[in-house]
T-cell receptor, first 111, second 116 residues
């Protein structure tokens, strides 16, 4: 059964800290790994990763994939209170287009 | 529309009643997905529509759940004889459908269903 595990489940940091969120996966086939940010209800797309070792970057957020060790990390530098959200990791198996999601990491950034 | 639109945003119903949840995908997106998010859990796949192909219903938890997509656009998720364990946020997503980046799914704000 395809599975995605995220860690930590939750964490609290202070503004300006750097955080690293982890995502490991087990899938029969692999097409891509995606990161989403969920603040209120709608998850918003952050990154899609398909190749190992190539960092994707957007402002203070960056992500990288390791297809050999089957994990990805999402880094957020100089955190702000607006980064407080649930961060979801999902894998797209090759055979279908449905996403398999992890339970998410709840990030709270204190001012 | 600019994004995926879902209605209602909140629905409270009594156990045993039927409910209908609506999703209006991004214009031009051929693929549409329904997920369910229970408290403290990740999103659980329910059903997937792609163009005129038969839908992938493999995630529907029971025969009380059904969905249709009319005219390749708007979709309705129906839950019959609701149970308390159906309480969750029901999220809809759409994508262009295709390869890699065309398959990025964009989500609506969801419908929070509470079954009393």
């Amino acid at each position: 059964e395809d599975k995605v595990v995220q860690s930590p489940l939750s964490l609290v940091v202070h503004e300006g800290d750097t955080v690293t969120l982890n995502c490991s996966y087990e899938v029969t086939n692999f097409r891509s790994l995606l990161w989403y940010k969920q603040e209120k209800k709608a998850p918003t797309f952050l990154f899609m990763l398909t190749s190992s070792g190539i960092e994707k970057k957007s402002g203070r957020l960056s992500s990288i994939l390791d297809k050999k060790e089957l994990f990805s990390i999402l880094n957020i530098t100089a955190t702000q209170t607006g980064d407080s959200a649930i961060y979801l990791c999902a894998v797209e198996p090759e055979y279908g287009n449905k996403l398999v999601f992890g339970a998410g990491t709840i990030l709270r950034v204190k001012s | 529309g600019a994004g995926v639109s879902q209605s209602p945003s909140n629905k409270v119903t009594e156990k045993g009643k039927d409910v209908e949840l609506r999703c209006d995908p991004i214009s031009g997106h051929t693929a549409l997905y329904w997920y369910r998010q229970s408290l403290g859990q990740g999103l659980e796949f329910l059903i997937y529509f792609q163009g005129n192909s038969a839908p992938d219903k493999s995630g529907l938890p029971s025969d009380r759940f059904s969905a249709e997509r009319t005219g390749g656009s708007v979709s309705t998720l129906t839950i019959q004889r609701t149970q308390q364990e159906d309480s969750a946020v029901y999220l809809c997503a759409s994508s262009l459908g295709g390869t890699l980046y065309q398959n990025i799914q964009y989500f609506g704000a969801g419908t929070r269903l509470s079954v009393l």
